[in-house]
């Protein structure tokens, strides 16, 4: 365990700009309405934390600890998930913007995004089994040789992926989404 360790705490409107978080492992904590923008969250630990309306954009996750978080109503851009620590990796969202991150050859099982806009992310080698993204836009989102077996897209938009080169065994799609896995052949559908 960190040196620090905090439990059942609130943040509120802290700008962690400004003044850093200390170091330390967190657990049952709440943060609302804080900004993490451009911080170095190196070798922190997270527990059953909820981030609600934060700012958590170009932050370093260096061997960070998610475990059990959720995500709500934040902004996250330019995030690279795969440098967290993948022991226990557990998160979710609801009603974020994912915007350039990387979750490159993590192992996300069960994982889900409800009502995100989830642009331009790498999913590149993931392993998605399971996962729901629900009511999602996925514009620009880089699924290759992924594992997406028994994956729900039935309410996701703006899904383009390659079938040949992912593994979609039982995964879920609309028949409107389903034109972005024909997307390769560069056909016109009427």
């Known amino acids: 365990m960190p040196s620090n360790y905090f439990e059942d705490t609130t943040y509120i409107k802290h700008n962690f700009e400004a003044k850093v978080l200390p170091i330390g492992e967190y657990e049952n904590c ?13 070798n922190y630990v997270f527990i059953d934390c909820i981030f609600s309306n934060c700012n958590i954009s170009l932050v370093k996750l260096h061997q960070t600890s998610f475990r059990d978080c959720q995500f709500i109503d934040c902004k996250l851009l330019g995030i690279h998930f795969e440098d967290c620590n993948h022991f226990l990796f557990c998160v979710g969202f609801t009603n974020c913007t994912i915007q350039l991150c990387s979750f490159f050859k993590m192992t996300l099982k069960k994982i889900t995004f409800k009502n995100c806009v989830v642009n331009e992310v790498d999913f590149t080698e993931a392993n998605l089994t399971n996962a729901v993204f629900e009511k999602c836009n996925l514009l620009g989102s880089v699924f290759y040789n992924t594992n997406l077996e028994k994956v729900d897209f039935s ?3 703006n899904i383009v992926l390659n079938p040949d080169e992912n593994n979609i065994k ?6 409107s989404n389903i034109l972005g896995l024909l997307h390769k052949y560069d056909i016109i559908i009427k």
Do not use: D, G, M, R
């Open 30 to 42: 709440n943060f609302n309405q804080c900004s993490f923008a451009n911080n170095n969250l190196a």
């Open 155 to 157: 309410t996701a938009e």
């Open 170 to 175: 039982k995964a879920k799609f609309s028949v």
